[in-house]
């Protein structure tokens, strides 16, 4: 039942020497010397601080109560990042030739913001502009799809959230969801030396149950457990989602997590959840079953991106006891050893992404 774990060793250094060798091949081409160098990061969806904090590793500052800034070195780039409400085009100066928007396509009104930010910036003439996409749950995307350059537009890449059948690894990437910052979530949910100590829960959900995706029919099993095995679990129903958690909620949340070997993870909307990228940080196992996805979406949505996360998955929720069972047969070794290589693996996973994002930047 155990899911292969796949590690992606990524290392500042090993990104750096990394991209000093995909430079060695190109020429000097006809790129200008800023985008060589400088590279700007506008966040305007409430994504942007998990892309920074997590993927790029960066840290922020605030400049005052509208708006943050961050600054890194990535050699040979120079990553400048600027979110919250005060961002406008205007803070983006025609010498950075640079750009990558992140932006919030989830629905209607939100793809047309996205749309008019993008007219924006294109009016600038930059060299290299690519988006960062919080793309619709049933990864209708067409909209921006139709705006790369090679199909006559001003995008140069997608990186886009959900598991799409537009993406195709060259223009079009698939963007991990990750952690969701905006509602609260810390960039660390655990010190290192806390994944050394007994947890008091086997397993735990604590979230919305409603009528999306498999969430009713693992309502149904849980409530139906032999005793024995739902004491060793914590499990908190509500039956409204509410985009803002409370600091309680949050701190209720996190201590479930932090303090639980497995996660059950069913999907929602679309079976990629944040709460399979907050398991992760923290420890815990995300246990998925086999969901099928709606409207454009892969059918077989890889929540596991093909074995490069450590997730449990099981072909239905019936199946749950049984692996709890076999959860008791677990020496505390081996879940302290298991915990350990989830953290890696997650975090190398994430580091991944920085050289995607290297990888695509103009190398001239």
């Known amino acids: 039942m155990h899911a292969a774990i796949k590690f992606v060793s990524v290392s500042v250094i090993g990104a750096s020497a990394m991209i000093a060798y995909w430079l060695s091949f190109g020429d000097e081409g006809t790129g200008t010397q800023e985008c060589r160098h400088t590279v700007e990061i506008l966040g305007i969806s409430a994504l942007s601080t998990f892309v920074w904090e997590s993927i790029f590793d960066g840290n922020l500052t605030r400049v005052d109560d509208t708006w943050l800034r961050g600054e890194m070195m990535m050699p040979p780039w120079k990553l400048v990042f600027k979110t919250g409400p005060a961002i406008s085009n205007g803070m983006v100066s025609v010498e950075q030739s640079c750009v990558i928007l992140i932006l919030n396509g989830r629905t209607r009104p939100k793809a047309e913001d996205a749309l008019r930010w993008i007219s924006r910036i294109s009016e600038l003439k930059l060299e290299y502009i690519a988006v960062i996409l919080l793309g619709s749950e049933d990864c209708d995307n067409e909209w921006l799809t139709r705006r790369l ?11 886009v959230i959900y598991d799409s059948l537009e993406i195709d690894d060259e223009h079009v990437f698939r963007w991990p969801l990750g952690t969701a910052t905006y509602r609260g979530f810390p960039r660390t949910c655990i010190a290192r030396e806390d994944l050394y100590s007994p947890r008091k829960y086997m397993f735990n959900f604590v979230g919305t149950m409603d009528a999306r995706g498999m969430r009713p029919k693992l309502q149904d099993v849980l409530t139906s457990l032999p005793r024995q095995l739902a ?4 499990v908190k129903f509500r039956n409204l989602w509410t985009e803002d958690e409370s600091e309680i909620s949050m701190q209720r949340y996190l201590i479930a997590l932090a303090n639980s070997d497995l996660t059950l993870s069913p999907g929602g909307f679309n079976p990629e959840t944040y709460r399979v990228y907050e398991a992760l940080s923290c420890g815990s196992i995300p246990v998925i079953v086999s969901e099928s996805s709606a409207g454009k979406c892969k059918p077989d949505n890889d929540v596991d991106w093909h074995g490069r996360l450590p997730v449990i998955r099981i072909e239905s929720w019936d199946e ?5 069972y076999e959860e008791m047969s677990l020496t505390p070794v081996e879940r302290i050893t298991r915990r350990l290589d989830a953290v890696e693996a997650y975090h190398s996973f994430l580091g ?4 995607l994002i290297y990888n695509a930047l103009p190398h001239r």
């Open 352 to 355: 991944a992404f920085r050289l």
């Open 320 to 324: 749950l006891p049984t692996l709890l």
């Open 149 to 159: 350059r090679i199909n006559g537009g001003m995008l140069d890449d997608i990186f």
């Open 231 to 234: 004491s060793f679990g914590l």
